[in-house]
């Protein structure tokens, strides 16, 4: 009985050591809690993975149990308004300031694009309601959150459509002046998938013929930028790093365009570029574009260029037309397309398999003789951003968001 207990509890710590053990690096802030957040995640990600398998839900529809968790029902408070509508058919959630002095003074307005690879997230998760409250607050601006619809229900285009729709609706001088907006100082923002939207809806807004009001600066958060090569050195350095593994990132690509799992595993290999993609892949090519210190020991291969991998689901009107979009992935565009883009911050974290697309996003904006702040956090992980809110609390968290909002503050 006793030494029944005893293998039990052992069984029990080394089952819990290996679960919770991650070799998470030394340089990151408040480890343990880390580890722990990520336990959950890994937890949840391997229920997720069993679920599909046995055919009762698919796995974005069990991780998506993370939104519901911190879901909340905006509501207003004593300094922001907090209303719920749609904008051309697609739901916002609209923050604004109360009254603050004259009445006919405009304000500045933020659009701001949740993150969630195309699959999850919320602008009602209570992280990016207290951000939203925060930039109101402090920046006496309208914010406006948008509640795009989700892949795998919604595939590409969908997702950067709702956006689309919603930020050509606002940009309008009639709605502008409903919200007391100046059309002058107008930004829009997103972390992670949610700046990848930013960075193309700032991008075709400059194709859109006739377009009057101007965005003034776009800032991207841990932005996905590209889909070609999924195997650029923070790819490979970061392959295991919580909150998003490469398999999870690749997921979420593979997801945004189609249900076939054949995608994945090609995007899995780094073998997804058809002979149509592979043009485009001086890009996004990390040698010429990723200062030599983030070369590290890595050398560059330009991805496996495959005729028709993944059989139907990649054919000529497939995924990999959609991959290779702009709309998708921003960082395909010849420079004469970046030359007129507005301002623009990037925040990059050293531990996240996105560093390098918004290093080399920041490197091709500068070359384009655009003004760009890049903010690199050297023990920075991704989607830091979100771990505002007990117990998850991270104090890098609160850096972020302090430098973020203090770059809006000075440049909006
Ligand atoms: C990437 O850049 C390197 C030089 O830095 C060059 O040798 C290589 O051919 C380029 N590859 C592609 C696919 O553009
Ligand atoms: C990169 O190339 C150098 C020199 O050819 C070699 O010593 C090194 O092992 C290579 N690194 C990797 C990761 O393949």
């Not at 580890?35 to 890994?42: A, D, G, I, P, Y």
């Not at 606002?170 to 923002?189: E, T």
Request: net charge negative.
């Amino acid at each position: 009985m006793r030494l029944g207990s005893i293998i039990l509890f052992v069984a029990l710590c080394s089952f819990t050591a290996y679960y919770i053990y991650e070799p998470i690096p030394e340089e990151i802030e408040e480890r343990w809690k880390l580890m722990l957040t990520n336990s959950f995640f890994r937890s949840l990600s391997h229920l997720a993975h069993f679920s599909e398998l046995i055919g009762f839900k698919d796995y974005m529809g069990v991780m998506y149990l993370i939104t519901l968790i911190e879901k909340v029902v905006p509501v207003s408070d004593e300094h922001v308004q907090v209303t719920e509508e749609k904008f051309d058919g697609v739901e916002v959630v609209l923050y604004q300031p109360k009254h603050q002095g004259d009445d006919t003074e405009l304000r500045r307005a933020v659009i701001y694009l949740h993150g969630g690879g195309w699959c999850l997230g919320s602008s009602r998760m209570s992280p990016y309601d207290l951000l939203a409250r925060k930039i109101a607050a402090e920046l006496n601006a309208v914010v406006l959150s948008v509640e795009y619809r989700l892949a795998p229900a919604h595939h590409f285009p969908v997702p950067y459509e709702d956006v689309y729709h919603v930020v050509k609706h606002f940009l309008q001088k009639g709605v502008l002046a409903k919200y007391s907006v100046d059309p002058g100082r107008i930004a829009v923002s997103g972390d992670s998938a949610g700046g990848n939207l930013a960075a193309a809806v700032s991008q075709q807004l400059l194709k859109e013929p006739g377009q009057q009001v101007h965005l003034k600066v776009q800032a991207l958060l841990y932005p996905v930028l590209q889909a070609l090569d999924l195997n650029t050195p923070s790819y490979q350095q970061n392959q295991h790093m919580p909150i998003l593994p490469r398999s999870l990132m690749v997921r979420f690509w593979s997801e945004y365009f189609t249900t076939d799992k054949a995608l994945f595993r090609a995007m899995m290999a780094n073998t997804h570029n058809s002979p149509e993609s592979s043009s485009l892949l001086k890009f996004v090519n990390w040698s010429a574009f990723l200062p030599e210190a983030y070369h590290r020991q890595y050398n560059y291969t330009a991805p496996a260029v495959v005729q028709g991998v993944g059989g139907e689901a990649v054919g000529a009107d497939g995924p990999s037309q959609s991959f290779a979009d702009p709309r998708a992935s921003p960082l395909l565009v010849p420079d004469a397309a970046l030359r007129s883009l507005p301002k623009t911050y990037i925040l990059t974290c050293e531990y996240d398999v996105l560093r390098d697309d918004g290093i080399m996003y920041a490197t091709r904006l500068n070359s384009a003789g655009v003004e760009v702040t890049l903010e690199h956090y050297e023990t920075g992980f991704h989607g830091a951003l979100m771990f505002t809110v007990w117990p998850t609390d991270f104090l890098i968290a609160e850096r972020m968001t302090e430098n973020y909002v203090k770059w809006l503050k000075e440049n909006l």
